[in-house]
Protein backbone atom coordinates (compact mmCIF):
# COMPACT_ATOMS: atom_id res chain seq x y z
CA UNK A 1 0.00 0.00 0.00
CA UNK A 2 2.67 2.52 0.57
CA UNK A 3 4.74 1.55 -2.75
CA UNK A 4 1.19 2.58 -4.46
CA UNK A 5 0.71 5.59 -2.78
CA UNK A 6 4.81 6.82 -3.33
CA UNK A 7 3.60 5.33 -7.29
CA UNK A 8 0.86 7.85 -7.01
CA UNK A 9 2.19 10.86 -5.56
CA UNK A 10 5.08 10.68 -7.98
CA UNK A 11 2.65 10.63 -11.16
CA UNK A 12 0.18 13.61 -9.67
CA UNK A 13 0.05 16.24 -6.88
CA UNK A 14 -2.66 15.54 -5.14
CA UNK A 15 -5.05 18.99 -4.24
CA UNK A 16 -8.51 18.90 -2.42
CA UNK A 17 -11.40 19.04 -4.58
CA UNK A 18 -15.27 18.88 -4.05
CA UNK A 19 -17.26 17.57 -6.66
CA UNK A 20 -19.02 20.86 -7.04
CA UNK A 21 -16.21 22.81 -8.09
CA UNK A 22 -15.87 20.21 -11.07
CA UNK A 23 -18.48 21.68 -13.49
CA UNK A 24 -19.40 20.25 -17.10
CA UNK A 25 -16.83 22.95 -18.74
CA UNK A 26 -14.06 21.56 -16.82
CA UNK A 27 -13.91 17.85 -18.34
CA UNK A 28 -14.99 19.70 -22.34
CA UNK A 29 -11.39 19.02 -23.32
CA UNK A 30 -12.41 17.93 -26.63
CA UNK A 31 -15.36 20.09 -27.21
CA UNK A 32 -15.14 22.51 -29.97
CA UNK A 33 -14.50 26.62 -28.47
CA UNK A 34 -18.49 27.56 -29.32
CA UNK A 35 -20.11 25.11 -28.88
CA UNK A 36 -21.44 23.06 -25.61
CA UNK A 37 -22.30 19.62 -27.39
CA UNK A 38 -19.45 17.08 -27.45
CA UNK A 39 -19.38 16.45 -30.98
CA UNK A 40 -19.24 12.53 -30.69
CA UNK A 41 -22.27 12.18 -28.53
CA UNK A 42 -24.20 10.93 -31.09
CA UNK A 43 -22.04 8.53 -32.28
CA UNK A 44 -19.46 7.02 -29.47
CA UNK A 45 -17.51 4.84 -31.52
CA UNK A 46 -16.31 8.07 -33.86
CA UNK A 47 -14.60 9.45 -30.77
CA UNK A 48 -10.91 10.03 -31.87
CA UNK A 49 -8.93 9.83 -28.61
CA UNK A 50 -5.51 10.25 -30.30
CA UNK A 51 -5.94 13.18 -32.45
CA UNK A 52 -7.88 16.14 -30.52
CA UNK A 53 -8.60 19.16 -32.52
CA UNK A 54 -6.50 22.15 -32.79
CA UNK A 55 -8.65 24.41 -31.08
CA UNK A 56 -7.98 21.86 -27.83
CA UNK A 57 -7.85 24.22 -24.89
CA UNK A 58 -8.12 22.25 -20.86
CA UNK A 59 -9.72 25.21 -18.68
CA UNK A 60 -7.67 23.89 -16.23
CA UNK A 61 -4.29 21.91 -15.81
CA UNK A 62 -4.30 18.35 -16.59
CA UNK A 63 -2.19 17.35 -13.64
CA UNK A 64 -4.91 18.90 -11.74
CA UNK A 65 -7.53 17.31 -13.21
CA UNK A 66 -6.23 14.09 -13.75
CA UNK A 67 -5.77 14.57 -9.37
CA UNK A 68 -9.73 15.86 -9.52
CA UNK A 69 -11.31 12.38 -10.98
CA UNK A 70 -8.58 10.24 -9.37
CA UNK A 71 -9.83 11.53 -6.11
CA UNK A 72 -13.24 11.18 -7.46
CA UNK A 73 -12.32 7.47 -8.50
CA UNK A 74 -11.14 6.14 -5.39
CA UNK A 75 -12.65 7.70 -2.07
CA UNK A 76 -16.10 6.44 -0.92
CA UNK A 77 -18.68 8.62 -1.96
CA UNK A 78 -16.45 9.75 -4.75
CA UNK A 79 -16.49 6.44 -6.39
CA UNK A 80 -20.75 6.12 -6.01
CA UNK A 81 -20.58 10.06 -8.02
CA UNK A 82 -18.16 8.72 -10.59
CA UNK A 83 -20.29 5.50 -11.08
CA UNK A 84 -23.72 8.10 -11.55
CA UNK A 85 -21.51 10.29 -13.65
CA UNK A 86 -21.39 7.71 -16.21
CA UNK A 87 -24.94 6.84 -15.91
CA UNK A 88 -25.79 10.23 -16.39
CA UNK A 89 -26.63 10.92 -13.18
CA UNK A 90 -23.97 13.32 -12.40
CA UNK A 91 -22.24 16.88 -13.56
CA UNK A 92 -20.59 16.34 -16.61
CA UNK A 93 -21.61 14.53 -20.01
CA UNK A 94 -20.43 10.82 -19.60
CA UNK A 95 -18.33 10.84 -23.01
CA UNK A 96 -16.35 13.72 -21.83
CA UNK A 97 -15.23 11.97 -18.74
CA UNK A 98 -14.56 8.69 -20.78
CA UNK A 99 -12.73 10.56 -23.09
CA UNK A 100 -10.38 11.82 -21.04
CA UNK A 101 -9.61 8.58 -19.19
CA UNK A 102 -8.83 7.40 -22.25
CA UNK A 103 -6.49 9.74 -23.17
CA UNK A 104 -5.01 9.29 -19.55
CA UNK A 105 -5.13 5.23 -19.13
CA UNK A 106 -2.57 5.35 -16.56
CA UNK A 107 -6.22 6.69 -14.78
CA UNK A 108 -7.05 3.08 -14.49
CA UNK A 109 -4.16 1.57 -13.80
CA UNK A 110 -3.88 3.64 -10.44
CA UNK A 111 -7.77 3.11 -9.61
CA UNK A 112 -7.58 -0.58 -10.15
CA UNK A 113 -5.27 -0.70 -7.31
CA UNK A 114 -7.57 0.99 -5.31
CA UNK A 115 -10.66 -0.94 -2.86
CA UNK A 116 -12.95 2.17 -4.18
CA UNK A 117 -11.02 2.97 -7.54
CA UNK A 118 -11.35 -0.57 -8.27
CA UNK A 119 -15.33 -0.37 -8.39
CA UNK A 120 -15.50 2.83 -10.49
CA UNK A 121 -13.04 1.41 -13.20
CA UNK A 122 -15.65 -1.93 -13.12
CA UNK A 123 -18.54 0.51 -14.08
CA UNK A 124 -15.98 2.95 -16.27
CA UNK A 125 -15.24 -1.08 -18.48
CA UNK A 126 -18.94 -1.71 -18.19
CA UNK A 127 -19.96 1.67 -20.39
CA UNK A 128 -16.93 1.54 -22.90
CA UNK A 129 -17.23 -2.35 -23.61
CA UNK A 130 -20.73 -1.18 -25.37
CA UNK A 131 -18.70 0.79 -27.78
CA UNK A 132 -16.15 -1.51 -29.48
CA UNK A 133 -13.91 1.67 -30.73
CA UNK A 134 -13.92 3.19 -27.54
CA UNK A 135 -12.41 -0.40 -25.76
CA UNK A 136 -9.86 -0.76 -28.07
CA UNK A 137 -8.53 2.04 -26.45
CA UNK A 138 -9.54 0.85 -22.92
CA UNK A 139 -7.26 -2.59 -24.12
CA UNK A 140 -4.43 -0.51 -25.14
CA UNK A 141 -4.32 1.82 -21.51
CA UNK A 142 -4.47 -1.78 -19.74
CA UNK A 143 -1.72 -4.26 -22.21
CA UNK A 144 1.49 -2.22 -21.07
CA UNK A 145 0.21 -3.35 -17.36
CA UNK A 146 -1.95 -6.01 -17.58
CA UNK A 147 0.63 -8.71 -16.02
CA UNK A 148 1.01 -5.99 -13.04
CA UNK A 149 -2.56 -5.82 -12.54
CA UNK A 150 -2.62 -9.18 -12.41
CA UNK A 151 -0.50 -10.08 -9.70
CA UNK A 152 -1.79 -6.85 -7.87
CA UNK A 153 -4.24 -8.40 -4.69
CA UNK A 154 -6.82 -5.58 -5.41
CA UNK A 155 -5.85 -5.22 -9.44
CA UNK A 156 -6.39 -8.80 -10.14
CA UNK A 157 -10.10 -8.89 -8.99
CA UNK A 158 -10.76 -6.45 -11.78
CA UNK A 159 -8.90 -8.87 -14.53
CA UNK A 160 -11.44 -11.34 -12.55
CA UNK A 161 -14.43 -9.13 -13.60
CA UNK A 162 -13.22 -8.66 -17.03
CA UNK A 163 -12.49 -12.46 -17.44
CA UNK A 164 -16.26 -13.26 -16.67
CA UNK A 165 -18.21 -10.40 -17.89
CA UNK A 166 -16.37 -9.06 -21.00
CA UNK A 167 -17.44 -10.77 -24.44
CA UNK A 168 -14.93 -13.60 -25.71
CA UNK A 169 -13.53 -11.43 -28.32
CA UNK A 170 -12.78 -8.04 -26.02
CA UNK A 171 -11.18 -11.18 -23.34
CA UNK A 172 -8.34 -11.81 -26.32
CA UNK A 173 -5.83 -9.44 -24.91
CA UNK A 174 -5.77 -11.08 -21.15
CA UNK A 175 -5.14 -14.72 -23.06
CA UNK A 176 -2.97 -13.56 -24.39
CA UNK A 177 -0.72 -11.72 -21.74
CA UNK A 178 -1.10 -14.76 -19.73
CA UNK A 179 0.14 -16.90 -22.71
CA UNK A 180 3.60 -13.93 -22.81
CA UNK A 181 3.86 -14.53 -19.46
CA UNK A 182 2.68 -18.25 -17.94
CA UNK A 183 5.95 -18.36 -16.25
CA UNK A 184 6.13 -15.21 -13.92
CA UNK A 185 2.23 -15.47 -13.28
CA UNK A 186 2.45 -19.33 -12.70
CA UNK A 187 5.49 -18.81 -10.12
CA UNK A 188 3.36 -15.91 -8.20
CA UNK A 189 0.31 -16.49 -5.53
CA UNK A 190 -2.23 -14.23 -7.16
CA UNK A 191 -0.73 -14.71 -10.78
CA UNK A 192 -1.37 -18.67 -10.38
CA UNK A 193 -5.36 -17.22 -9.75
CA UNK A 194 -5.40 -15.44 -12.84
CA UNK A 195 -3.62 -17.95 -15.09
CA UNK A 196 -5.94 -20.78 -14.38
CA UNK A 197 -8.97 -18.37 -14.67
CA UNK A 198 -7.34 -17.86 -18.07
CA UNK A 199 -6.86 -21.62 -19.05
CA UNK A 200 -10.71 -21.94 -17.60
CA UNK A 201 -12.50 -19.02 -19.88
CA UNK A 202 -10.29 -19.60 -22.84
CA UNK A 203 -11.02 -21.65 -25.86
CA UNK A 204 -9.69 -23.87 -28.67
CA UNK A 205 -6.15 -22.01 -30.48
CA UNK A 206 -6.15 -19.69 -27.03
CA UNK A 207 -6.04 -22.16 -24.83
CA UNK A 208 -3.84 -24.63 -26.58
CA UNK A 209 -1.30 -21.41 -26.71
CA UNK A 210 -1.49 -21.24 -23.09
CA UNK A 211 -1.04 -25.16 -22.43
CA UNK A 212 1.93 -25.21 -24.84
CA UNK A 213 3.87 -22.41 -22.87
CA UNK A 214 2.77 -24.86 -20.11
CA UNK A 215 4.32 -27.10 -21.28
CA UNK A 216 7.53 -24.88 -22.49
CA UNK A 217 8.15 -24.03 -18.69
CA UNK A 218 6.70 -27.28 -17.13
CA UNK A 219 9.96 -28.35 -15.17
CA UNK A 220 10.55 -24.96 -13.84
CA UNK A 221 6.88 -24.92 -12.82
CA UNK A 222 6.87 -28.17 -11.11
CA UNK A 223 9.53 -27.34 -8.68
CA UNK A 224 7.77 -24.33 -7.41
CA UNK A 225 4.93 -24.17 -4.69
CA UNK A 226 2.82 -22.57 -7.26
CA UNK A 227 3.52 -23.24 -10.45
CA UNK A 228 2.76 -26.88 -9.26
CA UNK A 229 -0.67 -25.58 -8.54
CA UNK A 230 -1.16 -24.57 -11.75
CA UNK A 231 0.03 -27.40 -13.56
CA UNK A 232 -2.13 -29.70 -11.39
CA UNK A 233 -5.37 -27.18 -13.04
CA UNK A 234 -4.27 -27.67 -16.22
CA UNK A 235 -4.40 -31.70 -15.89
CA UNK A 236 -7.77 -31.38 -14.39
CA UNK A 237 -9.15 -30.00 -17.36
CA UNK A 238 -8.99 -33.32 -19.41
CA UNK A 239 -6.92 -32.24 -23.06
CA UNK A 240 -5.72 -35.46 -23.79
CA UNK A 241 -3.07 -34.00 -25.68
CA UNK A 242 -1.43 -31.58 -23.04
CA UNK A 243 -1.58 -34.62 -20.64
CA UNK A 244 0.03 -37.21 -22.91
CA UNK A 245 2.30 -34.09 -23.88
CA UNK A 246 3.27 -33.11 -19.97
CA UNK A 247 3.52 -36.72 -19.10
CA UNK A 248 6.22 -37.24 -22.09
CA UNK A 249 8.09 -33.81 -21.06
CA UNK A 250 8.22 -34.87 -17.62
CA UNK A 251 8.96 -38.22 -18.05
CA UNK A 252 13.17 -37.62 -18.44
CA UNK A 253 12.59 -36.16 -15.05
CA UNK A 254 10.72 -38.31 -13.28
CA UNK A 255 13.32 -39.45 -9.95
CA UNK A 256 14.09 -35.87 -9.83
CA UNK A 257 10.67 -34.51 -9.36
CA UNK A 258 9.29 -37.45 -7.65
CA UNK A 259 11.94 -36.79 -4.76
CA UNK A 260 11.06 -33.34 -4.37
CA UNK A 261 8.06 -31.89 -2.85
CA UNK A 262 6.24 -29.63 -5.15
CA UNK A 263 7.51 -31.75 -8.29
CA UNK A 264 5.65 -35.18 -6.80
CA UNK A 265 2.43 -33.30 -6.60
CA UNK A 266 2.92 -32.81 -10.81
CA UNK A 267 3.83 -36.36 -11.10
CA UNK A 268 1.09 -37.70 -9.38
CA UNK A 269 -1.70 -35.91 -11.09
CA UNK A 270 0.78 -36.97 -14.31
CA UNK A 271 -0.03 -40.69 -13.40
CA UNK A 272 -3.85 -39.73 -13.06
CA UNK A 273 -3.97 -38.02 -15.89
CA UNK A 274 -4.73 -39.92 -19.51
CA UNK A 275 -1.10 -40.01 -20.35
CA UNK A 276 -0.51 -41.67 -17.43
CA UNK A 277 0.01 -45.07 -18.69
CA UNK A 278 3.49 -43.98 -20.10
CA UNK A 279 4.86 -42.72 -16.53
CA UNK A 280 4.18 -46.26 -15.54
CA UNK A 281 5.79 -47.94 -17.76
CA UNK A 282 8.65 -45.52 -17.41
CA UNK A 283 8.55 -46.50 -13.50
CA UNK A 284 8.63 -50.20 -14.33
CA UNK A 285 11.83 -50.10 -16.62
CA UNK A 286 14.07 -48.10 -13.55
CA UNK A 287 17.36 -49.53 -12.61
CA UNK A 288 17.62 -51.37 -9.25
CA UNK A 289 19.38 -48.62 -7.29
CA UNK A 290 16.55 -46.36 -8.91
CA UNK A 291 14.05 -47.55 -8.13
CA UNK A 292 14.92 -48.26 -4.80
CA UNK A 293 15.39 -44.75 -4.34
CA UNK A 294 11.83 -43.64 -5.13
CA UNK A 295 10.35 -46.71 -2.88
CA UNK A 296 12.55 -45.28 -0.03
CA UNK A 297 11.95 -41.33 -0.36
CA UNK A 298 9.35 -39.42 1.59
CA UNK A 299 7.68 -38.38 -1.17
CA UNK A 300 8.63 -40.14 -3.95
CA UNK A 301 6.82 -43.55 -2.16
CA UNK A 302 3.79 -42.08 -2.56
CA UNK A 303 4.15 -42.05 -6.33
CA UNK A 304 5.15 -45.56 -6.25
CA UNK A 305 1.61 -46.26 -4.39
CA UNK A 306 -0.39 -44.05 -7.12
CA UNK A 307 1.09 -45.92 -9.81
CA UNK A 308 0.54 -48.99 -8.80
CA UNK A 309 -3.12 -48.09 -7.64
CA UNK A 310 -4.03 -46.58 -11.38
CA UNK A 311 -2.26 -49.67 -12.95
CA UNK A 312 -4.29 -52.73 -10.75
CA UNK A 313 -5.12 -55.12 -12.95
CA UNK A 314 -3.11 -54.62 -16.12
CA UNK A 315 0.31 -55.80 -17.59
CA UNK A 316 1.94 -52.98 -15.65
CA UNK A 317 1.27 -53.32 -12.81
CA UNK A 318 2.76 -56.96 -12.58
CA UNK A 319 5.97 -55.63 -14.11
CA UNK A 320 6.05 -52.77 -11.61
CA UNK A 321 5.26 -54.95 -8.79
CA UNK A 322 7.50 -57.28 -9.71
CA UNK A 323 10.34 -55.36 -10.01
CA UNK A 324 9.38 -53.31 -6.64
CA UNK A 325 9.83 -57.26 -4.82
CA UNK A 326 13.31 -57.70 -6.36
CA UNK A 327 14.60 -55.21 -4.22
CA UNK A 328 16.84 -55.74 -0.80
CA UNK A 329 14.37 -57.85 1.60
CA UNK A 330 16.05 -55.47 4.52
CA UNK A 331 13.60 -52.43 3.12
CA UNK A 332 10.60 -54.31 3.95
CA UNK A 333 11.64 -53.92 7.75
CA UNK A 334 14.29 -51.02 7.77
CA UNK A 335 12.55 -48.57 5.74
CA UNK A 336 9.90 -46.55 6.91
CA UNK A 337 8.58 -45.34 3.19
CA UNK A 338 9.39 -48.81 1.67
CA UNK A 339 7.08 -50.70 4.61
CA UNK A 340 4.25 -48.72 3.02
CA UNK A 341 4.90 -49.26 -0.54
CA UNK A 342 4.77 -52.99 0.54
CA UNK A 343 1.49 -52.65 2.45
CA UNK A 344 0.06 -51.00 -0.59
CA UNK A 345 1.35 -53.85 -2.59
CA UNK A 346 -0.18 -55.73 -0.18
CA UNK A 347 -4.13 -54.46 0.05
CA UNK A 348 -4.09 -54.29 -3.53
CA UNK A 349 -3.17 -57.97 -4.16
CA UNK A 350 -6.03 -58.43 -1.79
CA UNK A 351 -8.52 -56.57 -3.66
CA UNK A 352 -7.87 -58.97 -6.77
CA UNK A 353 -8.13 -61.92 -5.01
CA UNK A 354 -11.30 -60.59 -4.08
CA UNK A 355 -12.69 -59.70 -7.16
CA UNK A 356 -11.74 -62.85 -8.27
Not at 170 to 198: H, S, W, Y
Not at 219 to 231: D, H, I, M, Q, R
Request: proline share 2%; with cysteine.
Amino acid sequence: MQQHAMQRQALIQRIEADERTMTPGVLQTSVMADSHQAPYASDPNSINVGNLPQTYQPTIRESELTSRILDLMTSEDGSLRFQRSLLGQGFVYPLDLVQYIMQHGYILIIAAKDDYGIESVKVFIDFVKQYPHMFNWVTSALEENVVELMMHPTASKLILYCLRTLSYRQKLFLFQAATRNCKKLGKNAIGKVILEECIKFSQDSQRRNILNRLLYHALTLSKTSKGNLVLQFALKIGDQEFDRDICRVLKNHLEDLSTDENGSYVIEACLKSSGGEELVRKLAGLEKNELERLVTDRYANYIIQTALKISKGTSLYDELVHAIRGLSEELREENFYATKVFRCIGSLEREIKSNH
